[in-house]
């Protein structure tokens, strides 16, 4: 059976940390793996700070939205935004590549979330950005201690 859950947050950097908690939280009744948590936490603070830093640069009124479905061990991850969208695509794909080096970024976002997710699927324009994930969880499940 599917379950689903929808979240949306003002675009505040301050939010970050309560999207990937309660995606995590969400998540959790899988009982996914200590590592398959982490990487798909690491993959929505990525997504969501770009969200935050990229797609509301000149708008500080903006919304996130995440919506996220569990389906058996599939869990599909959407994360959108309703700003400036990326330029560029493939330049913004590559490891290192940052738009904001005055803000200290690392350029890994994406190659982060491609080495962490099984699919990812990016469309964007001048309205905005959504990411689509996907993460196939093991059948090893989390030990309880």
Known sequence: MKNNMYLQFSALSQNESFARVTVAAFIAQLDPTMDELTEIKTVVSEAVTNAIIHGYESNPNGMVYIS???????????????????????????????????????????????????????????????????????????LCN
């Open 68 to 142: 996220v479905t569990l389906d058996e061990n599939v869990v599909k991850l959407q994360i959108r935004d309703e700003g400036i969208g990326i330029h560029n695509l493939d330049e913004a794909r590559q490891p290192l590549y940052t738009s904001k080096p005055e803000l200290e970024r690392s350029g890994m976002g994406f190659t982060i979330m491609e080495n962490f997710m099984d699919e990812v699927e990016i469309e964007t324009n001048q309205n905005g950005t959504t990411v689509n994930l996907t993460k196939y969880l093991s059948k090893n499940k989390a």
